[in-house]
């Protein structure tokens, strides 16, 4: 089945790391996303990751996979009040489902000056 | 270099009538996504477009249709509007390469049904 299951908020300190987590059912997922979506904005894709890696980093940020747990985190070090937004994990299961992506409910990460 | 473009940024209508959506992709790509994201339902796929064929459809009543044209770009209908389709849908634009979706985002139409 498809399921994409997030935590619904976090709240963190400036300057201290969040760390947001994701669990996904479809163990045919190949690539799995990160997107950050502010107030009132679209969708900003912020990184992905290739099921066949267990991290990825991109300055700030890194992505940690467990595929055998189909857990997948998402890093944020020092954390900045920019950062504040909903965050969305998302799956594709290109094989079975084609370019759909199944997101995440999405966690609302507040930080705190 | 411009990003996924949606218009309106805004619509109003009512009950009943029918509401169009449009798309611009990123130049160069090929596939269109269409999602509602309605209050406290999250992101709900609707549609995808490539190459203008339809390739997969969410779960989503027939009054939800769509077409891509020969340039790419989309437009999403909605017939018969209900109050519970108002909400913001969001256009997508990606190339799928070797399975991977990494779809760009528009900023969405924010469509109210009163």
């Known amino acids: 089945g498809e399921d994409v299951e997030q935590s619904l908020f976090l709240s963190v300190r400036e300057g201290d790391s969040s760390v947001i987590n994701c669990t996904y059912t479809d163990s045919s997922s190949t690539y799995l996303y990160w997107y950050k979506q502010e107030p009132g904005a679209g969708l900003q894709l912020l990184t992905y990751?290739?099921?066949?890696?267990d991290m990825k980093q991109d300055q700030r940020l890194t992505v940690l996979l467990n595929k055998k747990d189909k857990h997948l985190s998402l890093r944020i070090a020092d954390t900045q009040t920019g950062d504040s937004a909903i965050y969305f994990c998302?799956?594709?299961?290109?094989?079975?489902?084609?370019?759909?992506?199944?997101f995440g409910q999405g966690t609302e990460l507040s930080v705190k000056p | 270099e411009a990003g996924v473009t949606q218009s309106p940024t805004h619509l109003i209508k009512t009950r009943g009538q029918q509401a169009t959506l449009r798309c611009s992709p990123i130049?160069?790509?090929?596939?269109v996504y269409w999602y509602q994201q309605a209050l406290g339902l999250g992101l709900q796929f609707l549609l995808w477009y490539d190459e203008g064929e339809e390739r997969n459809r969410g779960n989503f009543p027939p009054r939800f249709s769509g077409r891509q044209f020969p340039n790419y770009s989309s437009e999403l209908n909605v017939n018969a509007l209900e109050l519970e389709d108002s909400a913001l849908y969001l256009c997508?634009?990606?190339?799928?390469?070797?399975?991977?979706?990494?779809?760009?985002f528009g900023q969405g139409t924010r469509l109210t049904v009163v």
């Open positions: 998302a799956e594709n299961a290109f094989y079975n489902q084609g370019g759909k992506l199944i």
């Open positions: 997508a634009s990606s190339l799928v390469v070797g399975g991977n979706t990494e779809a760009f």
């Open positions: 130049s160069g790509h090929t596939s």
């Open positions: 990751i290739f099921s066949n890696m």
